[in-house]
C-alpha cells in the first residue's frame, strides 16, 4: 500500500480538534497537548508488510501434545493454526524481512530512514536491540535505533513515539517494527497459554507529511500493579542465568488467562472511547478498528460495548494466534490486502499486553 494522497481524506483540521478540549482535560493530561501542538505535521503510514514463518502448528497438533480440542481452542480463542519458527528464523530475521516488504511498497532507500524501533519481547539477545540487527542488515546507516519493551502494546506505543518525532519536525520518517518468536518462551505442557501464541513480525513506513493524513491522536496507559497477569521472569537481573531458578517454569510466559481477559475488554474499550471522544468521531467515521489479538472473544466482546458493527471489526487470529507486538501490524497489512481499508480511510489500532500495556491510536490512512 502507498496510501499518500487521497480525494476523500477526511480532514481532522485543528479547529475541530479545539473543540474538543473538554474531552481532552476529561481523559487525561497528555491530551492537552492536541491543542498546543501545530498539526502542519502529521505522522502518516506510507507503506506496510508482514512476514511469518511458513512452519504451521495446528490445533489438532496441540492436541496430541497436550489435553485439550480443536474444539476447545476455536470456540475460547478463534484460533485454528499459528506460524512457528524453525532453525535460522529469528526474530530480527522475522522483523527485517516485514522491513523490507514495508519498505517496498513506501517506495523508501533504506540509507533514508531515520528511526528504527522494534517492538518485542522476544529480542534478538539481551543486548545489542533486535533493532541494531535489523539497521544491519537493512543497510540503514542513518537511522536511530532501539527496542521497546511494550509486550502486546509495543507497536502501538512505538507509533505514538514516532509521531512526536515526526510531528515535531526532528524526524522525516521512522520504520516501526512488531516482531516476536513467542514459541520460544512457551511453555508447550502449558494447556492454558500454549494454544495461544505464534511468531511473526509486521511493520509499517511512517513519514512526515502536511496533507492531513496520518495519526490525528495517540493515547498510551500502564497499570505496573497488575504486573504479575502476565510475565516470563527469567533471565533478568532478578533471576540471573547464573542463579538457579526457584520454579524452573520462570523461564516460559505465564497467564492468569481470567484476569488478562477481562482487563482487557475493560481497557480496549476504555482506549477506544477517548480516542473517539477526543476526535470528535463517530462510529461512522471509522472504518475499522484494527485490534490486538489476543482472543477473538475478547475483541467481539470489546466491539460489542463500543457498538462496532462486525464489518468494521479486523479478526485474523485464526490464521496466526497471539502474536504479541506482531499482531496490530500483521492485522493491518492483512487488513489493506484484503482491500477492506483504502487511503484516506480512518482506522483505530487498539492493543493491549503485559505490564499492563494498553494504547490505541487513531490514523488517516
Ligand atoms: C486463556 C483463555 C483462552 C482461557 O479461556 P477461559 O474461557 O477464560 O477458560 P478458563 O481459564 O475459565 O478455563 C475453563 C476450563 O477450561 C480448561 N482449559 C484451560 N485451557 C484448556 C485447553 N487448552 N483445553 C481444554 N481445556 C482447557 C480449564 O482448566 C478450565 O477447566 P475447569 O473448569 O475444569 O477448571 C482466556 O482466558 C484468554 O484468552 N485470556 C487472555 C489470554 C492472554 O493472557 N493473552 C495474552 C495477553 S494479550
Known sequence: ??????????????????NNSKHANMSNGMNKSINDRSTSYRAAITGC???VPDKILTNEDLAKMVDTTDEWITTRTGIKVR????????????ATEAAKKALAKANLDPAELELIIVATITPEMVFPSTASFVQRSLHAKKAWVFDLCAACSGFVYGLSIVQQFLESGRFKNALVIGAETLTKITDWTDRTSCILFGDGAGAVVLERQNTGRGILYSTMSSDGERWEALNCQAYGSRYPADKKLDDPKKIYMQIKGR???????????????????????GLDDIKMMISHQMNGRIIESAARRLKLPDEKVFINIAEYGNTSAASVPIAFDGCVKQGKIKQGDIVIFVAFGAGLTWGASVIQL
Open 259 to 281: 484476569e488478562v481477559y477481562q482487563q482487557a475488554i475493560r481497557r480496549i474499550v476504555e482506549a477506544v472511547t477517548e480516542c473517539l471522544h477526543v476526535c470528535d468521531l
Open 49 to 51: 508488510g508482514s512476514f
Open 83 to 94: 506460524h512457528i519458527t524453525t532453525g535460522s528464523e529469528t526474530t530480527a530475521y522475522l
Open 1 to 18: 500500500m502507498n496510501p499518500i494522497r487521497h480525494s476523500q481524506d477526511k480532514k481532522i483540521s485543528p479547529s475541530k480538534q479545539q
